[in-house]
């Protein structure tokens, strides 16, 4: 699996499963879908992975950082230049 079909999986898993929100799937799956458009950036979208993956509600609510919050997410997103 490449790492675009591999954003596409653990987008929807983490949407229908964990507690990634509705509004933030359609930033993911452009990414996800488009994978001509972020030839050479692999390395982000890899990064954006790892941070669906490891998505945390909760993820800076106690005195050190687990997992990743959306804010994360937005970050790396914005570095692909992707936007609403």
């Known amino acids: 699996m490449d790492i675009f079909a591999k954003l596409a999986a653990s987008t929807l898993k983490e949407n229908s499963e964990g507690d990634l929100p509705d509004f933030i799937v359609p ?3 452009k990414v996800a879908e488009n994978p001509a458009d ?5 390395a982000l979208v890899e990064e954006l992975v790892m941070r669906v993956e490891q998505y945390e509600t909760w993820s800076e609510m106690c005195c050190e950082k ?3 919050s959306l804010e994360d997410i937005h970050r790396t997103l914005d570095r692909l230049k992707v936007r609403y």
Not at 38 to 42: I, L, V
């Open 38 to 42: 972020f030839a050479g950036r692999e």
């Open 27 to 29: 930033l993911l799956m």
């Open 66 to 68: 687990q997992g990743f």
